[in-house]
């Protein structure tokens, strides 16, 4: 069974620091996407960033890079520059065919 | 991305009352939606996966007979909450994947509503 493991519950930075929320995952699977999602007070998810397993090349969105490790089952999330809006819930999740697993999530505080 | 809205935002109801959550998409053709309920500070937990035209599959413990989900068109999807109790009150979010305009959604990737807050007295 397919599983997605956030070991971090809660984490915090400085405002303009880079911080590396982790997760790792379980699957049998060779064809597959992960994601993070970032959860704020608003409760609305929003795509944060999306990776394919079949590119070795890892996903950047501006501040926002993974480290994706395929032979390790991870998929870190690095955020730089830390900024006030990047307070929120993530989740890191996976998908194949129509599945789609989400983690437990990591509350990240951000300190001004 | 694509949008996907949710009504109502919120809604408060007795006990033993139905209440309808009516799930979107406004800019593409949902093939597939997911409804999904969370509770405060926990990850999102998969209710169902229905496709547009048929019957809706359900996860492991959830009442199917509770929890009614219709997707009658690409474009809509309802759940329905049955004889509501305390214990059902819970934020309830939809999801939504297919083809987006001007660029494929494909199931891999999916659309998040706002979300429902359903408090059930």
């Known amino acids: 069974a397919q599983t997605v493991t956030q070991s971090q519950p809660e984490m915090s930075v400085q405002e303009a620091e880079t911080v590396t929320l982790s997760c790792t995952y379980d699957?049998?699977?060779?064809?597959?996407?992960l994601f993070w999602y970032k959860q704020p007070p608003s409760r609305q998810m929003i795509l944060v960033i999306r990776q394919e397993a079949y590119k070795q090349q890892n996903a950047t969105e501006n501040r926002f890079s993974v480290n994706f490790q395929k032979a390790a089952k991870s998929f870190s999330l690095k955020i730089s520059d830390s900024q006030l809006g990047d307070a929120a819930m993530y989740f890191c999740a996976y998908s194949t065919g129509n599945q789609f697993y989400f983690g437990t999530g990591t509350s990240l505080t951000v300190i001004p | 991305g694509a949008v996907v809205s949710q009504h109502p935002s919120r809604v408060i109801c007795k006990s033993g009352t139905s209440v309808k959550i009516e799930c979107r998409s406004l800019d593409f053709q949902a093939t597939t939606m997911f409804w999904y309920r969370q509770f405060p500070k926990k990850s999102l937990m998969l209710m169902a996966t229905?496709?547009?035209?048929?019957?809706?599959?359900?996860e492991q413990g959830v009442e199917k007979d509770k929890f009614l989900i219709n997707h009658a068109s690409l474009t809509l999807s309802t759940l329905t909450v049955t004889s509501a109790h305390p214990e059902d009150s819970s934020f309830y979010i939809c999801?939504?994947?297919?083809?987006?305009?001007?660029?494929?959604?494909?199931?891999?990737?999916?659309?998040f509503g706002p979300g429902t807050r359903l408090t059930v007295l």
């Open positions: 699957t049998s699977e060779s064809d597959y996407y």
């Open positions: 229905s496709n547009e035209g048929s019957k809706a599959t359900y």
């Open positions: 999801s939504a994947s297919g083809v987006a305009s001007g660029r494929h959604s494909s199931y891999n990737e999916q659309f």
